[in-house]
């Protein structure tokens, strides 16, 4: 008779940018000689997750280090399947696990598409921090809107919301201040990131799984988290599993032009 045994060592996992949790888990289920580990994800978005595998005389359909994305309301993915090399061995495996939101293997994204600016139509706004700005943007196209605290938001692009976070009240301008940040962030069609960032407290008026479209009012602005000012901090963005991303240039429409990189100091009006 063969001898099967699996043991589960140390089995972790990372979730990256997460003051809250993601709703995502991981578990295995075994049948005969082989056991398979499989993934629910609960998120309204992909979810990415770069396992590593530790391997006692077992074969691994993934070999010993994998990414794999998981997709939004998945039910028993199956991220690998794991069978004895000797059956008539011992075995043991065990794996670390890195996840973030997203998917972390894309390279591409439309690159022509226009934004509309993130306020009120009539309004006329400085970019008072632009791409690459001094206090908070170094080597990061993010830029801030001098909006006050209670201006309403709009949403730049169509998306489904993924997260949204406006239970904060505090503000500091230092990096230790960003798990304070309220924020709304939308996916867009083809798979980036929008950051809608230092909401004033309760103000978000959109949750998770709201489908947005272009212009749509989505909160109000504030000055929490990691601010030194009321504004409204916007960026488009990539997710690398490593918890860095990969920021986004963003062509905006403004009345003067039909698609322009925003520049920090200037003034821009929303006349539509």
Known sequence: MSKYFSLLLSLSTIFLFAQKKWNVSFYNEKSGNEISIFADNNEEMPMSSKFTFKLDNLNSTVGNEVTVVIPEKAKKFLIAKLSPKNPNRSNQFSYTNMTNFGDVTLNDFDKDY????????????????????????????????????????????????????????????????????????????????????????????????????????????????????????????????????????TKFKTSTSEGELLQEGKTYTKNY
């Open 114 to 249: 226009v934004y509309s600016l993130p306020f009120e139509r009539g309004k006329t706004q400085l970019v008072y921090q632009g791409y690459n700005g001094k206090f908070s943007h170094q080597n990061i196209s993010a830029l801030d809107f001098n909006l006050k605290i209670g201006e309403k938001i709009f949403a730049a692009r169509e998306g489904k919301v993924v997260e949204v976070v406006d239970t904060f009240n505090s503000n500091c301008a230092n990096i230790s201040c960003a798990k304070y940040n309220n924020k709304i962030v939308i996916m867009h069609s083809d798979g980036s990131f929008a950051d809608y960032a230092h909401l004033k407290l309760k103000g978000a008026e959109v949750k998770v799984g709201d489908v947005i479209e272009k212009n749509q009012f989505i909160g109000y602005s504030g000055n929490t988290g990691f601010s030194n000012g009321p504004h409204l901090h916007f960026s488009v963005f990539l997710n690398r599993i490593d918890g860095k991303r990969d920021y986004i240039p």
